[in-house]
């Protein structure tokens, strides 16, 4: 399957659900006010944050008020506005340093664990040498799945040597192996956290300290791991976890299964955050960087 093609499955719900919303919206001719708040409507719905969704309008407003508009004619214009939006935010991962320090955080179960894989994956693929540390010492099967997952991205693995290790301690070794055997990218997965509990964020900010023990510019990218299933409560797990941490970036997973994939825009947005990719599912290969372009008109579903 092409990436585009990827895309376009990957985000045919929300595509399906956006069509539909549009499809009962748009009823006359011309773009009225009434309808212009339908639009807008089916655009929170999608999870398109009031903010966004607003611009979008504005935009939409500007261009085709009170004239003759169709489906096609203001998903292109969602479309663009969407486009305008993420591009300045959308990156590829790239090594930039030696070892490149890429620390995963996120709530449980947002796809971290098998995110490290992909990424993983994506690296030793360009023929990178890759080391993944499994810092997660809370979940009892976390360590076993990491195992196994980066030996299906041809990856190099940190296990914990003990039940119930201080995460710290693995960030350290792990960073150190990676400097002493010359790795050149070093996946830490960390455990899954409640944004609202301080404990365990408090222990993210001792990964970075012991991090930066060994490199002053590691991690390099701290990257959250967000579940496009997860609704408006990510905006507060955005929040946390920028505050607590500095996340420079974001890679969405399930937008496969979810019908609100404009949660993604809202986010990446909101907080200024590089969009490095997304998932399209559960297989190793199933992460690819983003084309705005591309994004765009997948999510609106047009077909290009
Ligand atoms: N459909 C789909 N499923 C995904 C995607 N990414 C991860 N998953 C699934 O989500 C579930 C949780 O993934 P994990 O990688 O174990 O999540 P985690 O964040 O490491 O979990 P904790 O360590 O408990 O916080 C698994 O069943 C994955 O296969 C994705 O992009 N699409």
Redesign the pocket.
């Known amino acids: 399957m092409g990436v585009f093609s990827k895309i376009k499955s990957t985000l045919s719900k929300t595509a399906s659900f956006l069509t539909f919303g549009l499809s009962n919206a748009i009823t006359k001719k011309k773009l009225d006010e009434d309808t212009i708040e339908n639009i807008k409507e089916v655009l929170i719905l999608s999870g398109i944050d009031v903010d966004t969704s607003s611009k979008i309008i504005s935009e939409i407003s500007k261009k085709r008020f009170d004239k003759e508009s169709s489906v096609d004619d203001v998903k292109n214009l969602i479309s663009l506005s969407i486009q305008s939006i993420i591009t300045p935010l959308t990156t590829t991962l790239e090594k930039k340093g030696s070892p490149y320090v890429i620390m995963l955080v996120?709530i449980?179960?947002?796809?971290?664990?098998?995110?490290a894989g992909k990424i993983g994956n994506f690296f030793s693929k360009q023929g990178h040498k890759v080391l993944i540390a499994a810092c997660?010492t809370f979940?009892a099967a976390?360590q076993e799945?990491m195992e196994i997952i980066a030996k299906r991205a041809h990856c190099s693995v940190i296990l914990a040597q003990k039940e119930k290790q201080d995460p710290s301690s693995i960030v350290f070794e792990a960073m150190d192996h990676a400097i002493k055997n010359d790795f050149d990218i070093l996946i830490l997965?960390t455990?899954?956290r409640i944004h609202s509990n301080s404990n365990l964020m408090d222990q993210l900010k001792k990964h970075v300290k012991v991090l930066k023990k060994l490199n002053d510019h590691a991690p390099h990218e701290c990257i959250l791991?967000a579940d496009a299933l997860t609704g408006s409560n990510l905006m507060k797990q955005t929040e946390a976890f920028k505050e607590t941490i500095g996340l420079n970036g974001l890679i969405m997973?399930?937008?496969?299964?979810s019908s609100k994939g404009g949660i993604l825009v809202s986010i990446a947005s909101k907080y200024k955050l590089k969009i490095y990719g997304i998932?399209?599912?559960?297989k190793i290969d199933?992460f690819i960087p983003l084309n705005p372009k591309e994004f765009a008109d997948a999510i609106v579903g047009l077909d290009t």
């Open positions: 996120g449980n179960g947002t796809g971290k664990t098998s995110t997660d979940r976390a799945q997965d455990a899954g791991i997973t399930k937008l496969d299964s998932g399209t599912g559960e199933d």
